[in-house]
Nanobody, 128 residues
Framework: QVQLVESGGGLVQTGDSLTLSCVASGRTFSAYAMGWFRQAPGKEREFVAAIRWTSQNTYYADSVKGRFSISKDVAKNTVYLQMNSLKPEDTGIYSC?????????????????????WGLGTQVTVSS
């Protein structure tokens, strides 16, 4: 069974930076891609960023381009989200997700339905 565990969230001020981490564990873990999604109170979950597990291809939501950076350490089964110049609208629960690599998949990296692995999330709050 694969588990994803996020860490690194917290309360920061506008303009600050945070780095989120997500560690995947499980004997059978493999992935096509890993991503980050966020959900603010009263809003739908939205895509933030994704990274291919076997290449350097990255994908970002327009709202975070130029401010956030996703990276990975394959040897550690870990994906990171570096968040700079944080804004109050970045507040939400940030969840790590993975597209399982042991079966075919269809869909877009930008849609949460494509992902089969999910962490419980970590809270990020940006005060103004």
């Amino acid at each position: 069974q694969v588990q994803l565990v996020e860490s690194g969230g917290g309360l920061v001020q506008t303009g600050d930076s945070l780095t989120l981490s997500c560690v995947a564990s499980g004997r059978t873990f493999s992935a096509y891609a890993m991503g980050w999604f966020r959900q603010a109170p009263g809003k739908e979950r939205e895509f933030v960023a994704a990274i291919r597990w076997t290449s350097q291809n990255t994908y970002y939501a327009d709202s975070v381009k130029g401010r956030f950076s996703i990276s990975k350490d394959v040897a550690k089964n870990t994906v990171y989200l570096q968040m700079n110049s944080l804004k109050p609208e970045d507040t939400g629960i940030y969840s790590c997700a993975g597209i399982p690599g042991d079966r075919p998949y269809s869909g877009s990296y930008f849609r949460h339905e494509t992902y089969g692995y999910w962490g419980l999330g970590t809270q990020v709050t940006v005060s103004s």
